[in-house]
């Protein structure tokens, strides 16, 4: 695998991904270092926050085009705009687009923007990664010149344990986004605290649901992987999403997740997971999804995120 050098612009929420993308190259005798000139491109406020922000976007786009080795942009700044300024003549360009269809209003993703980085020139235009099926159809549709590649979503190579709590608890993690699905934790949470369950919702800008104990906060690195190890059960509820790094951070943690059938939770546990719910289903469905996860059926998590790290390694295989 080869030396790669990737822009990491929002280094607070990515901060994990960096390491298990540098755990996914170094296992195949690779590196994924962070480029000593990137510039974070987050949480600046106000007029000049901005400002501030568009210059270091710029700024990360003019120090890759100098760069000799391959280099990926971890995360697009300016959107899908980035699918045509991160190119350059002296290697390959990579653009890690996570979210092709994005899940609330961002910039870079209006009708104007597609059809300019759709049109890229042929010479030099950057490869565009995503991180399962549904993603990528929907970045062909976008970008129907790109060459586009399916990575799965890196993972460490082995993960910690901490103690289960001292009965069943089930976890919500992560940030609030309009997507999650408010309905469906509100006559879910009842019926699990009927039975006797922690049931706790963590993450910035949650309102106040029935049934949940909700921390509306920021939590740190080392926190957020305590919560979802001693978690008997972490629940992913959105609506529409395409990957989710918590996901993949509670499988390290040996913690099953119950969610929606999707292609990302299949890549990740495969097919039979018994934490599988059809779309559409309700409260009672998922209910039986979380006693069965519960129970361990099917293959170990160690066994899983074993496999899951070597279809991932192979994956990267494609970065060249």
């Known amino acids: 695998m080869i030396d790669l050098l990737f822009c990491d612009p929002i280094p607070v ?82 653009v890690m687009l996570h979210d092709p269809s994005p899940l609330r209003k961002q910039y870079g993703h209006s009708e104007r923007s597609q059809r300019w980085a759709a049109a890229a020139p042929e010479a030099h235009r950057p ?23 399916h990575v799965l979503h890196p993972i460490l190579a082995t993960g910690r344990r901490v103690p289960k709590t001292a009965r069943p608890s089930i976890l919500v993690a992560g940030q609030f986004k309009p997507v999650r699905n408010l309905d469906l934790l509100a006559a879910l949470g009842p019926r699990l605290r009927a039975r006797g369950w922690d049931t706790t919702i963590v993450g910035r800008g949650w309102p106040d649901v029935p049934g949940w104990t909700v921390q509306n906060r920021f939590v740190e690195e080392h926190e957020l992987d305590d919560l979802l190890g001693s978690a008997w059960v972490h629940l992913l509820t959105y609506r529409q999403y395409f990957q989710s790094g918590v996901t993949v951070r509670a499988l390290e943690m040996g913690t099953p997740t119950v969610g929606e059938d999707t292609d990302f939770l299949k890549d990740l546990f495969g097919a039979d997971h018994s934490g599988l719910v059809a779309a559409g289903g309700d409260a009672a469905a998922y ?34």
């Open 13 to 94: 929420v990515q901060h994990h991904y960096e390491r298990e993308l540098q755990d996914v190259f170094a296992s195949a005798g690779g590196s994924a270092t962070l480029a000593p000139w990137s510039r974070p491109v987050e949480g600046m406020p106000g007029a000049l926050g901005k400002a501030r922000m568009l210059a270091n976007a710029v700024h990360n786009i003019r120090q890759q085009r100098a760069e000799r080795r391959p280099v990926m942009q971890s995360w697009p700044s300016l959107g899908l705009l980035e699918a045509r300024l991160w190119s350059s003549p002296h290697g390959p360009r990579y």
């Open 127 to 149: 490869t565009v990664l995503v991180s399962n099926p549904h993603a990528f159809r929907i970045a062909r549709r976008a970008l129907p010149h790109h060459r586009i590649e």
């Open 287 to 320: 209910e039986r999804a979380i006693d069965a996860a519960i129970e361990g059926e099917g293959p170990s998590l160690e066994s899983l995120q074993a496999d899951y790290f070597v279809r991932s390694r192979e994956s990267w295989r494609v970065v060249r």
